[in-house]
């Protein structure tokens, strides 16, 4: 890869990180205030590729003619001893194409199931001593999934007062083949993405594909249920009712 490969490649890079930084593609992979930094990082690399490619440019421009070969010995080789091989970059470096194809051909969508299914939910122990403000106003109050598991295990529905909260979330098939409701919340990237999962009692939804997206309103329940995958508690909410709906912009918690 010469300079001016180089030069494209990192000017691809530089796009396709800014172009998803500025649409909602970045959403699928980080969390939102990590946008500013995404586009200055683009734009590096796009400063950076139009340096190299100017600078190998001008190189080129006001390089001196080449001499004229060296007369080779008997043994067919040149005076330097180098046998006219010519120095070139390593080929890892085309490896960068593929992050800029990922980008933008086959970008992924974001966690869902399959991900929920195979860890396990992340609540632990050091939320236990949180202290929980009241509701919001309204009714039902919109709540995220994170906030009513944590309410409903460590402060036992204290908090809840019995009030009727709207939680937004994805299906995914529970331990024992009911579908449960699951939001995926990041500390950084998708790369640390744990699953928070709510089993649902009452008017639960049927028929419905894992990660489809809902709506369900309802009220603290009391049953607890067990994650197999790290033997951690899941809670339950006595569903009232329930709709689809699309997904959000922002899938993460």
Known sequence: MNKQAQGVVLLLLGGAVVKASVTDMYLRYVKEVLQPFLIVAGLLLIAAAIMTLWHDLRRRSTSIPAEPPLAADGDGHDDHGHGGHAHHEPKVGWLLILPVLGLLLVAPPALGSYSAAQAGTALSNEQAASDYPPLPDGDPATISVLDYASRAIFDEGKSLDGRAVALTGFVTDGPDGQPMLARIVLS??????????????????????????????????????????????????????????DPPRQQYE
Do not use: F, H
């Not at 894992?210 to 339950?236: C, H, K, L, M, Q």
């Open 188 to 245: 950084c990237c998708a790369a640390d993405g744990r699953p928070i999962k709510v089993g649902m009692d009452g008017s639960v939804p049927t028929g419905l594909p894992a990660d489809t997206w809902i709506e369900v309103v309802g009220r603290y329940s009391d049953r607890i249920g067990t994650d197999p995958v790290n033997g951690a508690s899941i809670p339950y909410l006595q569903v009232e009712s329930w709709e689809q709906i």
